[in-house]
């Protein structure tokens, strides 16, 4: 122990009798070197940094006028760097004076942008098209890529409609664009469109599972959303929501890297509904009976419901649980991750070997994944260039049952009885059809526990490729891509459950497989060249095949000897089994030419001619054309002098591009379908042909603008775009004597419009600290031009109508609390007296006014601190479940005056409730009577706008000559919080929910959606 302590004492030792030393000797040579750093046009650089190589932490910023002191050897070589401009390392030798001329950095003008099949330089586009670096997304603690992307864009609106671990996203680029069809976006990863649908055939409410969930985020290195119709066309009948295009990283050649990347961390509900206690539950019911008492005559006494239900309020032992702390948790969240990069000139390789494992905040939910990938590439000869990007993913996502079922595990805690416990005394759960309130159909917390519901999926996505250099100009690239899933559904409901047990089925369980295989083949030539006098040609010219094949099989049974045996083997009776498959076809032909003059006039053309295998013999290939203009007016010679503008670029484009997601394989054919007559199997006609039936075609115009400020330390994009939609896939309805109910046309019109900025500037860019920072907002109006029946009432809460968006909420309007009575004051819109359904009006819709995200990142020294702000404004949100914790001691099945039966607890915010006549209140005086309580009524709909505190991390990234000293080239450590804070008016668990994710026309409904999660990480980065 002593000798332990003896060594560092004399190292310490050491350095205070050597560093004086050294140190008088280095003063003993150094002198002052001084000087100015300027642009090439003599402009003075203020807040430029001037360093010493030797020693990162000697140096100094330039003022006002450019100038700098430093204090320098012969030997030391000073590193003089300004953002936006060429870093320059000079040798200062026997010079005194340093007078520096920073190069413009061209990189930057010239960054390479992913725009399908191909690249560009950024100066060069002149379509509209948004960035997402990887270091944006990195090591977010999310189950997906998309989910990564909310608030980083303008024009992009991603919403996480369920906090369930896995479950979908939804994202809209400048709108909704189709009633029936998918208004999702097509995803292109390393140059293959992807499957993003939803393949599980488990029913678990409204939502979705997501198929990008199969893929690690932290694979990517970079993301391009492509908006406008210049942009998407050379996607043709797939581009119309546009394309997100994704590029994993790939090795560099030098030296190998190997690196380990880890967080973990835990995760809670971002909001608790605060409801009642038992006491305050009890109070309520026996005002109820009171205010009845005032307004409609009856003689109850004022403990009426508690002496019927044989409790004392003031019973200090009076059981009271809090369901929604039952059934949620805190929970667990870790990722890890091994890679390895590298190669030599010819041949360059990147590899990762990932595992992910988030445990859900609600009982009986989780997502794990574990993903490899391998991408090649290398050099054949001088000629060919040969490459692979292989990627294999499983992943397994324990559900639950939630919105939009009776039997969800939210829903029925909404209206759980604190009165109820969890178990009885004998452990077995509670029944709650043995307490008080008709809404709780079981337990929740044994739907959470016990009922049993797995989606399992191996997904492998591989490409392999080969690009010949045909000449200096031009080379032709071919491909063979593979995008395989093998999905398996398995659901069991347990013996003990009241869905069991009301069936009489004694425990029942279905399984249920998918497998998708779709190939693509692709070949097209790019050519590149420049020729004298400015002008500059860059085309490509292609074909892409590409087929989907998909079975599906599907067995239930019940009547189960125990809840211990789970698997259909040992069931009593197959009550059904089934298999299935379909596939689908698309012949594609596409070019796109840009040209330039003097780097001033860039001009853009494309074109797909896309064939079908889902539309009719007549329709069946589309072309879908676009072109494009942008006028570099910085590069004029009436430019030259100015010292504002480093960027100024108008540009339009106009386009056509198609939808063909969201119908069936088989719409425009004519189908049969088996039946039997007589125990005999027949064919039965089961749809009409469709010889016309063809894509959704929309049409976009954007006008738009790229502004570069002071050296483009600030950037501005600003664009306005018109997007129509016609020939929408609906199904119009006939006349039953045909024997059918409908058919699938090509009707309907619809239409968004609107602005959307983008900014970014780096705002501080000292030698110690740095702050850059992006904000992007927008605004964009739907509507539905045309339909074949207007005013179509869609549910109880949605119509669709002409001259309103998608999501037009429809319900019974009231005009507040009277006052002096205390009940609602409702509106009698047809003026017949009676309160019923035909009052419903067009009350409000669930698309935001607009939306957006405030991004910030600042450095300091070896800190980072990133922080991400996303917000909407202006939508509405119809609060269903709030119809079900705030009844206000309605008895919708108790007799009132004998035995009444509440829908269940209620909300706090009843304790605002109306109790006396001069009361001004949004809430109603309670009742045991429905006289205030209308299910769907805007009583229910809320303000959804939010803002939330998406992101924020902090980080520390160790110096090199530390990292160099332990044997690492990178060390990184950080500290992340996700939905740290939301600040909005709504009264439920979360504004963003979705009960109907799948259906975007009856979007911004709540009733029992499982809610966002709060998550706090902590993570480590190494490279050696």
Same mark, same amino acid.
């Given at each position: 122990?002593?000798?332990?302590?003896?060594?560092?004492?004399?190292?310490?030792?050491?350095?205070?009798?050597?560093?004086?030393?050294?140190? &008088?000797?280095?003063?003993?040579?150094?002198?002052?070197?001084?000087?100015?750093? !300027?642009?090439?046009?003599?402009?003075?650089?203020?807040?430029?940094?001037?360093?010493?190589?030797?020693?990162?932490?000697?140096?100094?910023?330039?003022?006002?006028?450019?100038?700098?002191?430093?204090?320098?050897?012969?030997?030391?070589?000073?590193?003089?760097?300004?953002?936006?401009?060429?870093?320059?390392?000079?040798?200062?030798?026997?010079?005194?004076?340093?007078?520096?001329?920073?190069?413009?950095?061209?990189?930057?003008?010239?960054?390479?942008?992913?725009?399908?099949?191909?690249?560009?330089?950024? %100066?060069?586009?002149?379509?509209?098209?948004?960035?997402?670096?990887?270091?944006?997304?990195?090591?977010?603690?999310?189950?997906?890529?998309?989910?990564?992307?909310?608030?980083?864009? #303008?024009?992009?609106?991603?919403?996480?409609?369920?906090?369930?671990?896995?479950?979908?996203?939804?994202?809209?680029?400048?709108?909704?664009?189709?009633? !029936?069809?998918?208004?999702?976006?097509?995803?292109?990863?390393?140059?293959?469109?992807?499957?993003?649908?939803?393949? %599980?055939?488990?029913?678990?409410?409204?939502?979705?599972?997501?198929?990008?969930?199969?893929?690690?985020?932290?694979?990517?290195?970079?993301?391009?959303?492509?908006?406008?119709?210049?942009?998407?066309?050379?996607?043709?009948? @797939?581009?119309?929501?546009?394309?997100?295009?994704?590029?994993?990283?790939?090795?560099?050649?030098?030296?190998?890297?190997?690196?380990?990347? &880890?967080?973990?961390?835990?995760?809670?509900?971002?909001?608790?509904?605060?409801?009642?206690?038992?006491?305050?539950?009890?109070?309520? &019911?026996?005002?109820?009976?009171?205010?009845?008492?005032?307004?409609?005559?009856?003689?109850?006494?004022?403990?009426?419901?508690?002496?019927?239900?044989?409790?004392?309020?003031?019973?200090?032992?009076?059981?009271?649980?809090?369901?929604?702390?039952?059934?949620?948790?805190?929970?667990?969240? #870790?990722?890890?991750?091994?890679?390895?990069?590298?190669?030599?000139?010819?041949?360059?390789?990147?590899?990762?070997?990932?595992?992910?494992?988030?445990?859900?905040?609600?009982?009986?939910?989780?997502?794990?994944?574990?993903?490899?990938?391998?991408?090649?590439?290398?050099?054949?000869?001088?000629?060919?260039?040969?490459?692979?990007?292989?990627?294999?993913?499983?992943?397994?996502?324990? @559900?639950?049952?939630?919105?939009?079922?009776?039997?969800?595990?939210?829903?029925? *805690?909404?209206?759980?009885?604190?009165?109820?416990?969890?178990?009885?005394?004998?452990?077995?759960?509670?029944?709650?059809?043995?307490?008080?309130?008709?809404?709780?159909?079981?337990?929740?917390?044994?739907?959470?526990?016990?009922?049993? =519901?797995?989606?399992?999926?191996?997904?492998?996505?591989?490409?392999?490729?080969?690009?010949?250099?045909?000449?200096?100009?031009?080379?032709?690239?071919? %491909?063979?891509?593979?995008?395989?899933?093998?999905?398996?559904?398995?659901?069991?409901?347990?013996?003990?459950?009241?869905?069991?047990?009301?069936?009489?089925?004694?425990?029942?369980?279905?399984?249920?497989?998918?497998?998708?295989?779709?190939?693509?083949?692709?070949?097209?030539?790019?050519?590149?060249?420049?020729?004298?006098?400015?002008?500059?040609?860059?085309?490509?010219?292609?074909?892409?095949?590409?087929?989907?094949?998909?079975?599906?099989?599907?067995?239930?049974?019940?009547?189960?000897?125990?809840?211990?045996?789970?698997?259909?083997?040992?069931?009593?009776?197959?009550?059904?089994?089934?298999?299935?498959?379909?596939?689908?076809?698309?012949? %594609?032909?596409?070019?796109?030419?840009?040209?330039?003059?003097?780097?001033?006039?860039?001009?853009?053309?494309?074109?797909?001619?896309?064939?079908?295998?889902?539309?009719?013999?007549?329709?069946?290939?589309?072309?879908?054309?676009?072109?494009?203009?942008?006028?570099?007016?910085?590069?004029? #010679?009436?430019?030259?002098?100015?010292?504002?503008?480093?960027?100024?670029?108008?540009?339009?484009?106009?386009?056509?591009?198609?939808?063909?997601?969201?119908?069936?394989?088989?719409?425009?054919?004519?189908?049969?379908?088996?039946?039997?007559?007589?125990?005999?199997?027949?064919?039965?006609?089961?749809?009409?042909?469709?010889?016309?039936?063809?894509?959704?075609?929309?049409?976009?115009?954007?006008?738009?603008?790229?502004?570069?400020?002071?050296?483009?330390?600030?950037?501005?994009?600003?664009?306005?775009?018109?997007?129509?939609?016609?020939?929408?896939?609906?199904? =119009?309805?006939?006349?039953?004597?045909?024997?059918?109910?409908?058919? *699938?046309?090509?009707?309907?019109?619809?239409?968004?419009?609107?602005?959307?900025?983008?900014?970014?500037?780096?705002?501080?860019?000292?030698?110690?600290?740095?702050?850059?920072?992006?904000?992007?907002? #927008?605004?964009?109006?739907?509507?539905?031009?045309?339909?074949?029946?207007?005013?179509?009432?869609?549910?109880?809460?949605?119509?669709?109508?002409?001259?309103?968006?998608?999501?037009?909420?429809?319900?019974?309007?009231?005009?507040?609390?009277?006052?002096?009575?205390?009940?609602?004051?409702?509106?009698?819109?047809?003026?017949?007296?009676?309160?019923?359904?035909?009052?419903? =009006?067009?009350?409000?819709?669930?698309?935001?006014?607009?939306?957006?995200?405030?991004?910030?990142?600042?450095?300091?020294?070896?800190?980072?601190?990133?922080?991400?702000?996303?917000?909407?404004?202006?939508?509405?949100?119809?609060?269903?479940? @709030?119809?079900?914790?705030?009844?206000?001691?309605?008895?919708?099945?108790?007799?009132?005056?004998?035995?009444?039966?509440?829908?269940?607890?209620?909300?706090?915010?009843?304790?605002?409730?109306?109790?006396?006549?001069?009361?001004?209140?949004?809430?109603?005086?309670?009742?045991?009577?429905?006289?205030?309580?209308?299910?769907?009524?805007?009583?229910?709909?809320?303000?959804?706008?939010?803002?939330?505190?998406?992101?924020?991390?902090?980080?520390?990234?160790? !110096?090199?000559?530390?990292?160099?000293?332990?044997?690492?080239?990178?060390?990184?450590?950080?500290?992340?919080?996700?939905?740290?804070?939301?600040?909005?008016?709504?009264?439920?668990?979360?504004?963003?929910?979705?009960?109907?994710? @799948?259906?975007?026309?009856?979007?911004?409904?709540?009733?029992?959606?499982?809610?966002?999660?709060?998550?706090?990480?902590?993570?480590?980065?190494?490279?050696?």
């Amino acid at each position: 122990m002593r000798s332990k302590l003896i060594q560092p004492l004399l190292f310490c030792t050491l350095l205070l009798v050597f560093v004086p030393l050294h140190a &008088m000797e280095a003063n003993a040579q150094e002198r002052e070197v001084s000087g100015t750093v !300027s642009t090439a046009t003599g402009e003075p650089l203020a807040g430029a940094t001037v360093r010493l190589a030797a020693d990162a932490e000697t140096g100094t910023v330039t003022d006002i006028d450019g100038y700098y002191s430093i204090s320098a050897t012969a030997d030391d070589v000073i590193i003089i760097s300004f953002i936006g401009y060429q870093t320059q390392e000079i040798l200062v030798g026997d010079r005194s004076t340093i007078n520096v001329v920073l190069q413009l950095d061209q990189q930057l003008l010239s960054e390479v942008v992913v725009v399908g099949y191909g690249v560009q330089t950024r %100066s060069d586009l002149t379509g509209s098209i948004a960035s997402i670096s990887a270091d944006e997304i990195a090591n977010q603690p999310v189950a997906s890529l998309d989910a990564a992307l909310q608030g980083r864009a #303008s024009g992009v609106f991603v919403s996480s409609p369920s906090g369930t671990p896995g479950a979908g996203i939804t994202i809209n680029i400048r709108g909704q664009t189709s009633l !029936s069809a998918s208004s999702e976006p097509l995803y292109v990863i390393d140059g293959v469109p992807v499957i993003s649908e939803d393949l %599980s055939g488990l029913f678990s409410g409204g939502q979705a599972t997501n198929s990008l969930a199969d893929l690690n985020p932290n694979d990517i290195a970079s993301i391009e959303i492509l908006k406008d119709a210049s942009a998407t066309a050379i996607y043709g009948s @797939r581009g119309a929501n546009g394309v997100v295009l994704i590029t994993t990283k790939r090795g560099e050649a030098g030296q190998s890297n190997i690196g380990f990347n &880890m967080y973990t961390g835990f995760q809670n509900i971002t909001n608790q509904i605060d409801m009642m206690s038992s006491q305050e539950f009890l109070g309520m &019911m026996n005002d109820a009976a009171l205010q009845d008492n005032r307004d409609l005559g009856t003689d109850y006494s004022s403990t009426h419901v508690s002496d019927i239900w044989g409790f004392d309020p003031n019973d200090p032992d009076l059981q009271n649980t809090r369901w929604y702390d039952e059934i949620f948790r805190t929970s667990a969240v #870790s990722n890890y991750e091994l890679t390895a990069s590298g190669g030599s000139e010819n041949t360059r390789y990147f590899t990762s070997l990932s595992y992910f494992d988030q445990e859900g905040v609600q009982f009986g939910t989780g997502f794990e994944r574990i993903s490899g990938r391998v991408n090649l590439d290398t050099k054949v000869t001088d000629w060919l260039d040969f490459g692979t990007n292989i990627t294999v993913n499983r992943t397994v996502q324990d @559900r639950t049952i939630n919105d939009n079922s009776l039997y969800g595990v939210v829903i029925n *805690t909404l209206a759980g009885d604190p009165l109820m416990p969890v178990y009885e005394a004998d452990g077995s759960y509670a029944d709650p059809f043995n307490y008080f309130g008709w809404w709780m159909l079981d337990n929740p917390l044994l739907i959470a526990n016990e009922y049993q =519901r797995f989606t399992r999926t191996v997904r492998g996505l591989g490409t392999i490729f080969g690009v010949a250099t045909i000449t200096d100009q031009l080379s032709l690239r071919s %491909s063979l891509s593979v995008d395989y899933t093998s999905l398996d559904d398995e659901a069991y409901t347990p013996i003990i459950s009241r869905e069991s047990v009301n069936a009489q089925r004694n425990g029942f369980g279905n399984f249920g497989t998918t497998q998708d295989f779709t190939w693509l083949i692709e070949n097209y030539l790019s050519y590149v060249n420049t020729f004298s006098g400015g002008h500059n040609v860059n085309a490509v010219l292609g074909t892409s095949f590409q087929q989907s094949n998909r079975n599906f099989s599907s067995i239930s049974a019940q009547g189960f000897p125990s809840d211990q045996f789970l698997k259909l083997s040992v069931a009593a009776q197959v009550t059904s089994a089934s298999t299935s498959g379909t596939s689908w076809g698309l012949a %594609s032909y596409f070019f796109r030419g840009n040209y330039s003059f003097d780097d001033r006039y860039l001009f853009t053309t494309t074109g797909r001619l896309d064939g079908s295998s889902r539309f009719g013999d007549n329709f069946r290939y589309g072309f879908f054309p676009s072109a494009s203009v942008a006028w570099r007016i910085t590069n004029e #010679s009436f430019m030259e002098n100015q010292r504002i503008f480093s960027e100024l670029k108008p540009r339009i484009s106009y386009g056509i591009t198609g939808n063909q997601e969201g119908i069936g394989n088989f719409a425009s054919r004519g189908l049969f379908g088996v039946s039997d007559y007589r125990a005999t199997p027949t064919l039965v006609p089961t749809q009409l042909s469709n010889a016309n039936l063809t894509w959704e075609s929309t049409r976009q115009l954007d006008v738009g603008i790229d502004i570069g400020l002071f050296d483009d330390r600030v950037n501005l994009s600003a664009d306005y775009f018109i997007k129509t939609t016609d020939d929408l896939l609906l199904n =119009r309805l006939i006349p039953g004597i045909s024997g059918f109910s409908s058919v *699938t046309e090509n009707i309907g019109k619809v239409e968004n419009k609107g602005f959307e900025f983008d900014i970014r500037g780096a705002i501080i860019s000292g030698r110690d600290l740095t702050w850059s920072s992006s904000f992007n907002i #927008s605004f964009i109006r739907n509507e539905v031009l045309q339909l074949e029946v207007d005013r179509q009432v869609l549910n109880d809460s949605h119509i669709l109508a002409e001259g309103h968006p998608i999501g037009t909420f429809y319900l019974i309007d009231h005009e507040g609390v009277d006052p002096q009575t205390g009940n609602m004051l409702w509106i009698d819109e047809n003026g017949d007296g009676v309160i019923d359904s035909g009052d419903r =009006r067009i009350v409000g819709n669930a698309q935001p006014d607009f939306y957006g995200g405030w991004g910030n990142s600042f450095t300091f020294k070896g800190f980072d601190l990133n922080m991400l702000f996303q917000f909407t404004y202006g939508n509405k949100i119809f609060n269903h479940s @709030r119809a079900s914790y705030e009844n206000l001691g309605w008895s919708r099945i108790g007799i009132p005056g004998i035995f009444p039966l509440p829908d269940g607890n209620n909300h706090r915010l009843a304790n605002d409730r109306w109790m006396q006549p001069g009361d001004e209140t949004d809430i109603p005086r309670a009742s045991l009577t429905n006289k205030n309580w209308r299910e769907y009524s805007s009583r229910w709909l809320e303000d959804a706008s939010y803002l939330r505190l998406k992101t924020l991390t902090l980080g520390y990234n160790f !110096s090199p000559e530390f990292t160099q000293r332990i044997g690492m080239r990178n060390l990184r450590l950080y500290m992340q919080g996700q939905n740290l804070l939301t600040f909005t008016n709504y009264t439920g668990l979360d504004p963003e929910v979705n009960q109907n994710a @799948r259906n975007p026309l009856v979007a911004g409904s709540d009733f029992g959606t499982h809610p966002q999660v709060r998550t706090i990480s902590f993570g480590i980065n190494i490279e050696f």
